[in-house]
């Protein structure tokens, strides 16, 4: 059996499961947030160990970037494939993307591209964004030019982030399908390869949701055939089979198995993934995260004095009711949001294991580790809103061209 058939399989086991995780909600019965452990058994993919990893910073010579390290970053299928053309000095590019469903994107949203631009640097390979306002035009109550819109303003959020613009390709589905025949050729095959009785097996399509809904995955899936392309690959002999390694949210996995099962029916290459953790909502992990509810998030756009407030007021404390019992019991880093977003944010490993220690010992205060928060994330957001200052629109249509990108290795 497929990866596509054995995902009909996993979506009955998920809906006995305490934890829901798909590409439209997440939620979980825990403070704790979501298990894993059990979403790699459920979803079939690999925990990504300490060998694997060895191997990583061995070949690449880079130490490993801690959103890797700290298991932020921490299943993947085939990246071991990856890992062996870099070794070969065979071409391959990145994928991830973004549903642009607000004008500002907030934390949890820079994740992925934080650790997409160290691949980006690591490998030194091109990078494609996928900017999926057709997606938010259907899930939302959003016009479509607001959607379109959107994509663009987000893609300068993006930009900031600091990738190479000679080997980066963003594109919103609304432009690049009117400029691409070979985009659109490749999500009609992949929708001619999927029946509807499997993408409602995988996604859980109803027969009231709309057909835009039940055709959009081969949208996403599409970017992930190197043939999608041609402008970007044309220079190499195998221009139609280029692999790719796609970082993004576990939540976004189920529309990759099923590129994977339709890969090999195409004559193409399987996308490799590699998956994140879910960035917890201020309100902790039990909680959503929502770019419609300011107080769920840190947005980029926010002021010094707004993301103060939102840490001190919304930010859930895994610490004590008193301070007496506090420093008699110490504090659960485990739920504690300001602690959390630590580990995503504070680079520095000494330091971190210095803060749980002194927190979960009760030496250190909520008030206390509030403030190292704050004043971790005060500059990183400052830095980011001085950078996205100075993107022009031109630049951002230049990002926006179909162009031959710079490769290492072809």
Avoid at 258 to 287: E, W, Y
Avoid at 356 to 383: C, D, H, N, V
């Amino acid at each position: 059996m497929g990866e596509l058939g054995e995902n009909i399989n996993n979506l009955t086991i998920a809906n006995k499961s305490e934890d829901i995780v798909n590409p439209w909600h997440v939620s979980s019965a825990s403070d704790k947030g979501v298990d894993y452990d059990k979403l790699i058994q459920r979803f079939g993919c690999s925990k990504i160990d300490s060998k694997l990893i060895d191997r990583f910073e061995s070949l690449t010579g880079k130490r490993i970037h801690h959103l890797l390290r700290r298991g932020i970053f921490y299943s993947h299928r085939d990246l071991h494939n990856i890992l062996n053309l870099y070794e070969q000095e065979k071409p391959f590019y990145l994928y991830t993307g973004r549903g642009p469903s607000s004008q500002s994107l907030h934390l949890g949203h820079l994740i992925p591209f934080i650790f997409t631009k160290w691949l980006q640097d690591t490998f030194d390979v091109p990078l494609v964004i996928q900017l999926t306002d057709d997606e938010k035009f259907l899930w939302k109550d959003i016009k479509i030019e607001e959607a379109n819109k959107l994509a663009f303003e987000n893609a300068k959020d993006i930009i900031a982030c600091g990738f190479k613009e000679d080997k980066t390709f963003i594109f919103s589905d609304l432009d690049f399908i009117r400029l691409c025949p070979e985009f659109y050729r490749n999500i009609v095959k992949i929708q001619k390869c999927v029946t509807y009785n499997q993408v409602k097996g995988i996604f859980g399509f109803t027969e009231s949701d709309v057909i835009g809904k039940i055709s959009f995955p081969a949208v996403q899936a599409a970017p992930a055939l190197s043939s999608s392309f041609p402008f970007i690959f044309s220079n190499l002999k195998s221009c139609n089979k280029v692999p790719c390694l796609i970082p993004c949210a576990i939540d976004q996995d189920p529309y990759f198995r099923m590129t994977r099962d339709v890969a090999p029916k195409l004559n193409c290459c399987k996308p490799s993934l590699i998956h994140a953790t879910f960035f917890p909502a201020l309100q902790g992990a039990g909680s959503k995260m929502s770019a419609s509810e300011v107080n769920s998030a840190i947005f980029l756009t926010d002021t010094p004095k707004q993301i103060k407030n939102k840490i001190n007021k919304y930010a859930f404390s895994g610490g004590q009711t008193t301070v007496e019992e506090h420093r008699a019991k110490g504090g659960d880093c485990t739920v504690d949001v300001a602690y959390q977003y630590l580990t995503f944010f504070l680079e520095d490993d000494e330091k971190l294991e210095t803060i749980r220690k002194a927190y979960s010992s009760g030496e250190m205060l909520t008030g206390e580790l509030k403030k190292i928060l704050f004043e971790t994330l005060q500059p990183l957001i400052l830095e980011h809103q001085e950078r996205r200052s100075k993107i022009t629109d031109e630049e951002v249509k230049l990002f926006m061209t179909p162009r031959l990108l710079n490769f290492k290795f072809g």
